[in-house]
């Protein structure tokens, strides 16, 4: 049986991710993998039939949003894609260490169904012997360059890679580590040299600095993304304004502080939602209640009284952007939930003083911004590619109904459904 060239979700209050409000009874068509007609049932009246093509889904009582797009992820293995298109996420910027490889998974998910698509900043810059250099080195490129003329060549490598953004790691990481040593910064120089090369070349640069001095720094350089929130101080006047005249985005990665600063209670919270503890496999659960799962991070980031002290601090500085105008996207960076993350920092906006509306907006239409993707995903208009996802609950009402999740499409096609016999029809 040939499958519908059409998709009609009818009924349905629709959020559309521009900030809206939301539009009851809406009428959302989909052909050809983009939105064709987004109205309302009344405007429908009087006009001409549907053809027969046509697939109805009836959405009486139901909630349709955008895709979600989760503007900072770390990928581990196909069962990471899977999960996050299986909680609504359709789009993610993937931070990678190799330029090539990063490119050609970016390529290979455009085509993918049941993937988001990956858009890649990489390679990830560092110091070597700093953070993230026990990760695999690029193997076409320097990712530890020592001066501003190696830094150079390897961002003109990287683009002639495929690389569209890249990312510099600048942080001595012990706002989480101390008293352990203090990790090698990157030498100011040498982050300089790759932020201003890309952007001559046209690349986007996010960059990982959550303390205020760094971050400031970067984004004197170029940056055009902060990769996490600053956590160890008010951001000051001066840095809004400019970052709101560069038009630098904001990610908060509000989530991974949280979690630093108390693992145990992080969990507890986190698992005590069965929608997130029933989709993960039993072995997860288990090593999430371990003893030595905690242990683990207790040693690896000692310095967690530090980071509970400073969440007040991280989430006071995530809504003084906002409200200046400052872009702030939702980014999760949460290797513990791929896909369940972004829900939980959903969850975290909304305790940080944005309305469910306005977390929407950010984890939809801000993110696809930031990526520079927004002209054709994040929200539902007509034209844009079909990226959306169905809820069976009001997530205006309470935001953790985002994870009420009946169908997530990828451009115009079921790429998840909780009904199985959906799902094997896709």
């Known amino acids: 049986k040939p499958k519908p060239k059409a998709v009609l979700i009818t009924g349905a209050t629709l959020v559309d991710g521009t900030g809206a409000a939301p539009v009851a009874a809406s009428w959302v068509l989909v052909r050809d993998g983009r939105f064709a007609d987004v109205s309302t049932v009344a405007d429908r009246r009087g006009r001409p039939a549907l053809p027969k093509d046509v697939r109805v889904i009836e959405g009486a009582g139901k909630w349709i949003v955008p895709g979600f797009v989760d503007a900072h992820v770390h990928v581990e293995s196909a069962a990471d894609t899977k999960a996050m298109i299986r909680w609504g996420v359709t789009s993610a910027r993937l931070m990678a260490e190799g330029a090539r490889a990063a490119a050609h998974l ?3 998910s455009r085509s993918r169904h049941h993937t988001p698509e990956l858009f890649p900043a990489a390679p990830i810059f560092t110091a070597k012997s700093g953070w993230w250099s026990e990760e695999p080195p690029d193997p076409d490129l320097d990712r530890f360059p020592a001066d501003a003329a190696a830094a150079k060549t390897a961002v003109f490598l990287a683009r002639s890679l495929g690389s569209r953004e890249i990312k510099v790691m600048d942080d001595d990481m012990g706002w989480c580590r101390d008293p352990l040593p203090k990790l090698p910064k990157i030498p100011a120089e040498v982050r300089s040299a790759l ?3 890309a952007r001559r070349l046209g690349l986007r640069v996010s960059v990982h600095a959550p303390d205020l001095a760094d971050a400031s720094d970067a984004v004197a350089d170029g940056a055009t993304v902060l990769a996490h929130g600053i956590v160890d101080a008010p951001v000051t006047d001066d840095l809004v304004r400019r970052m709101r005249e560069a038009h630098v985005f904001y990610v908060p990665t509000l989530d991974i502080f949280d979690f630093l600063a108390d693992p145990r209670a992080f969990m507890a919270r986190v698992l005590s939602d069965s929608r997130i503890r029933e989709s993960l496999p039993k072995a997860t659960l288990v090593r999430y209640a371990s003893d030595a799962y905690f242990e683990t ?86 034209g844009k590619r079909a990226d959306f996802v169905i809820l069976e609950n009001d997530p205006l009402r309470d935001i953790r109904n985002t994870r009420s999740i009946e169908r997530v499409f990828k451009a115009g096609r079921v790429a998840w459904s909780r009904y199985k016999t959906e799902r094997a029809e896709e």
Request: aromatic share 8%; charged share 25%; no cysteine.
């Open 106 to 108: 970016g390529e290979h």
């Open 195 to 197: 932020i201003a090369e």
């Open 297 to 382: 991070y207790r040693r690896r980031y000692p310095n967690a009284a530090f980071v509970s002290r400073q969440l007040p601090v991280l989430s006071a500085n995530a809504a003084k952007l906002k409200a200046a105008g400052v872009d702030v996207a939702l980014g999760t960076d949460m290797w513990a939930f791929p896909g369940a993350g972004l829900h939980i920092e959903l969850e975290d906006f909304v305790r940080a003083g944005w309305t469910p509306l306005e977390a929407i907006r950010a984890a939809t239409l801000v993110s696809a911004r930031s990526l520079g993707a927004d002209a054709d995903r994040g929200t539902i208009e007509t």
